[in-house]
């Protein structure tokens, strides 16, 4: 074993310390030349063996050093971060809670700090469950949403309470879809027809009796 520990001391030794980036190292070649012609006896060379190994104690590496790890804290609350996640800002670095009250945006509802999902919408941060459909309360989330009067609605509840529906057949008017305005009403283009022989009026003159369209030929009629 004595015969071992000057090859173990210059080179296991420093193999392990060089883990330990940005600390003083000595020069264990020499070390191991002096310590095996004095013919130390072999306790004290494990002793001293182990003495160097591990009495540099714990320490963890981030951000690109070396740190003790009760010197590795929050600039904020001071609390150890060796557990648990960390953020970066700006050279300091936060736990996970001071930095979502440092930098966490607010939401533009009910103007406190987002903490956890963001909801992004109209250039602006939300709450999840604060950016909801004025009609039925429920969060919008990744739907298709409307604005009206600067409030937002979900498709459904949009359409059915602002979408334009044919005064023919009582049916959403499509986006596309081809319609004419007519008596105050909008109308498919398919839907404007005689009320009483069907014939469609699209683009001919028409008359009317109780908002109901009427060819020339039934208008003029007798009862």
């Not at 050093?65 to 996640?85: D, I, M, N």
């Not at 009910?110 to 999840?128: D, F, P, R, S, W």
């Not at 359409?159 to 049916?171: A, R, V």
Request: net charge positive; with cysteine.
């Amino acid at each position: 074993v004595r015969a071992c520990l000057p090859f173990l001391i210059s080179h296991f030794l420093p193999t392990a310390l060089s883990q330990l980036p940005h600390l003083p190292r000595p020069n264990f070649g020499l070390f191991s030349q002096f310590i095996f012609k004095k013919k130390i006896p072999i306790y004290v060379l494990l002793s001293l063996f182990f003495f160097f190994l591990f009495s540099r104690g714990r320490y963890l590496v981030a951000l690109g050093r070396s740190w003790h790890p009760e010197e590795f804290t929050c600039s904020q609350c001071k609390a150890v971060l060796e557990e648990g996640g960390f953020f970066e800002e700006r050279g300091a670095v936060y736990c996970t809670k001071c930095h979502d009250n440092r930098y966490a945006p607010n939401c533009a509802k009910c103007k406190k700090k987002i903490i956890g999902e963001i909801m992004h919408a109209l250039k602006m941060t939300y709450h999840v469950q604060c950016f909801k459909c004025a009609a039925c309360k429920n969060p919008i989330r990744n739907q298709a949403f409307y604005m009206e009067e600067g409030e937002p609605y979900c498709e459904r509840d949009y359409e059915k309470m602002f979408g334009t529906k044919c005064h023919g057949c009582d049916f959403k008017i499509d986006a596309g879809d081809r319609f004419l305005e007519a008596l105050g009403y909008s109308w498919h283009d398919t839907c404007f027809v005689c009320a009483l022989c069907q014939i469609n009026l699209e683009g001919k003159t028409f008359y009317s009796k109780k908002d109901k369209p009427l060819c020339k030929g039934h208008a003029f009629a007798p009862v």
